[in-house]
């Protein structure tokens, strides 16, 4: 991923393993600032407060989190009570709890003097294993919005995404955003339509900063523009990333994705969902099932920016009083849903889509 003028992932695991370090989501885009994550509150913390956010990165840094907690204490009843401090953090995001359950199961049956060792090498493998599939996703993903410039002739290719699912929601590249950056980069003409994603405004400060950073073209817009812009024949592709998969496609992700998902199917514009494997989950038969996060009623009545004095400020924007509700997610049901992209390629949403990819879950 592009940061500034470096190369550089989204979680850098520090040499003498002590600690990793993480850029502070909730900094950006006005601030760049590391931070070092050196133990299980500090990554609870973290998790919790969404310095680090998106599906596979909270995967990854739990990972990394149940390795520092082993650090501290090794213990039968420490890894026990780390894990599920870790992920009673964020409920939705199934990646979280794959990530820590696989580094617990990977140590259970050491010796405590190994089982520090033992969960640094399973969540550096986590960590990358998810570069890996980004990338694999960049590759499936570019041959969509290679078919769509093809027939525009040249014109841009239009691709709304809502949230931020790029390499700020992952170890590198992102999902959704990986194929928009292969194609940017392979000169293939694209613009996006960035949606601001209220209540945290990730599009507005998270993606709209990495694609600025990339040279990718983009506009934000507010949440509510999409469907008139999908009427107006101005979107030719939704791409968004997830947080869970069912196991019949049903596709939970950002609050407001169902509506998008809506009008896409209502103006014919496909709406394709970049994931990686660590982000299905084959136990639940459908999305019904998923558990949705309700967060605190601040991110709805309160709004963060800069400014005009150059410090970072946060306002009320809701009438005094009034209460407000945060889901934080919405299941789009998998019959909205054109495809799926993964590192293993594309696929229906259905059990028999994810089945052709995956057949060892039969
Ligand atoms: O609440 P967030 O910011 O963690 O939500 C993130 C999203 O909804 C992303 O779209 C999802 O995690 C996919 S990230 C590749």
Redesign the pocket.
Known sequence: MRLGAEWTRSIRPAQDRSAIAILDQTLLPWRVVWIRLAGLEDTAEAIAA?RV????L?GAVGAFGLALALREDASDEALEAAATRLIAT?PT?VNLAWAVARVAEAVRNRPRGDRFDAAWAEASAIADEDAACCEAIGRHGLPLIAGIAERKGGDPVNILT?????WL??VDW???TAPIYRAHDAGIPVHVWVDETRP?N?GAALTAFELGGHGVPHTVVADNAGGHLMRRGEVDLVL????RVARNGDVA??IGTYLKALAAADTGVPFWVALPFSTIDWSLASGELIPIEERSEAEVTEIAGLAEDGAVRRVRVVSPGSRAANP??DVTPARLVTGLITERGRCAASEAGLLSLYPEKA
């Open positions: 969404m956010r998106g599906a596979p909270i964020r995001a809502h949230c931020n699912a790029g929601a992952t992102g999902t959704a945290r990730q968004v990333g997830t947080d992700n950002k934080a997610f």
